[in-house]
């Protein structure tokens, strides 16, 4: 049976996907991947299947496996995203089609989990896939971004997939320091981060979390380079984590994190920004330890947020941090980043007319946007670490939104109403 072709034997999408995931569970987590592939060989008649992901930097994929095959060097063969079917994809979340010189048709469908996209299904087809092949594959995909998700914890395969070059001791503990998602979609915001480590580290980190009734951010940039930067970002990291997930306010985070540093910091210090947002009415409130100033794009206008400027977490002590209010509204984009987006050699990056140029992108295409021009102002060595979180804050009054596309389903999903 061809790629094109359904018959009554075929399950349907349900059992489909069940299979997908019973099978990849069944395997090794180093070989889940290759009992996907192989399954849509078989069902899709495919002449090839495989999964390509994405590198720490996103500007590159990394073919992980094909059925039956898993290359695996000291480093990564990386593809260039740019002017690629797999960039198409990936900006638009969307699959695409493309015939061959060979006769076959090529698919490439995005894996992706809640904006966060972690890379891309291939196939090869006989023919050109009709209505339900195109679902199915489209399923399969999805299923696989959690198939990565859940066997990534149990084997190095997928970090090594993601490595295109070797790590340094302190940019492997910086990797370890950010979230598993660099992107998270919801009804409210679509949140992303992206970090480009210096010729030597020099200790960013970017954070975010969301609970029931908040989210909450955080960007820290550690004094120095190398090992002893890293280190002082996993204390004050460490000491702003603990003191969250035990309740504490943004007050007490900062306490927490400078309190860390005073103790076992030696004299280091580390510049922050802790962002808290109410998801339940949309009340959002911050802290800023000697950080550069976030910027806000709002009706087609980029300003610098100036706050008040409490000093670095471990100067001085004590210390007693002041929250303030940030003025957050639906249609908002939040840009925060390190002084490394500021250096010297990126003074020809004009980042406010950048931002405004970048604001259809998605934030996870913006902030790798805003991270590769740094970079290649700086001719592909930056002095210092740079790192952007982008947040678009979509309003509370948003209930409902496609997690892969970022499209608002509120008003096609609700009854029309008075007022509304």
């Not at 009554?8 to 592939?37: I, Q």
Request: net charge negative; aromatic share 4%.
């Amino acid at each position: 049976m061809t790629a094109g072709q359904t018959d009554g034997s075929r399950p349907g999408s349900a059992s489909t996907l069940a299979g997908t995931l019973e099978a990849a569970e069944a395997a090794s987590p180093v070989e889940s991947l290759d009992v996907v592939a192989r399954l849509l060989k078989e069902r899709l008649g495919a002449a090839s299947v495989s999964f390509l992901i994405t590198d720490f930097s996103g500007g590159s994929v990394v073919r992980l496996g094909a059925a039956g095959t898993v290359y695996r060097g000291e480093t990564a063969w990386r593809i260039a995203l740019r002017d690629t079917l797999y960039d198409d994809v990936i900006r638009s979340q969307q699959p695409g089609v493309r015939d061959t010189d060979t006769g076959m048709v090529r698919v490439v469908a995005p894996v992706t989990n809640r904006g966060d996209a972690i890379g891309v299904l291939e196939l090869f087809l006989p023919s050109t896939p009709d209505t339900e092949t195109m679902r199915e594959i489209g399923e399969t995909a999805h299923a696989l971004a959690y198939i990565v998700i859940a066997n990534r914890s149990f084997t190095d395969v997928y970090q090594w997939g993601r490595r295109t070059r070797p790590l340094s001791l302190a940019a492997e503990i910086q990797h370890r320091l950010l979230p598993a998602s660099l992107a998270c979609e919801a009804a409210q915001f679509a949140v992303a981060g992206a970090l480009e480590p210096a010729d030597h580290v020099g200790g960013d980190t970017f954070d975010y979390v969301i609970d029931r009734d908040t989210m909450q951010l955080s960007v820290t940039d550690a004094m120095g380079h190398d090992v002893g930067a890293a280190l002082l970002a996993t204390l004050v990291l460490g000491a702003v984590r603990r003191a969250r997930r035990a309740g504490a306010d943004l007050q007490e985070q900062a306490r927490h994190a400078h309190e860390a540093l005073r103790e076992h910091g030696r004299a280091g210090y580390v510049t922050g920004q802790l962002l808290r947002i109410s998801l339940l009415d949309g009340t959002t409130e911050f802290v800023n330890a000697g950080h550069p100033w976030p910027l806000r794009l709002r009706d087609g206008k980029v300003k610098q947020i100036v706050p008040e400027i409490d000093l670095p977490f471990g100067v001085l002590n004590p210390r007693t941090y002041r929250v303030q209010s940030l003025d957050l509204r639906p249609g908002d984009r939040l840009v925060m980043l390190t002084d490394g987006m500021l250096e010297r050699n990126a003074d020809s990056v004009d980042l406010p007319d950048l931002i405004l140029r970048t604001r259809a992108l998605h934030p996870r295409e913006a902030a790798r946007t805003l991270i590769g021009a740094i970079v290649d102002a700086s001719d592909g060595h930056l002095a210092d670490d740079a790192t952007v979180m982008c947040l678009d804050w979509h309003g509370v009054h948003h209930s409902q939104r496609d997690a892969a596309t970022g499209a608002d389903l509120t008003d096609a999903s609700l009854p029309a109403t008075p007022g509304q």
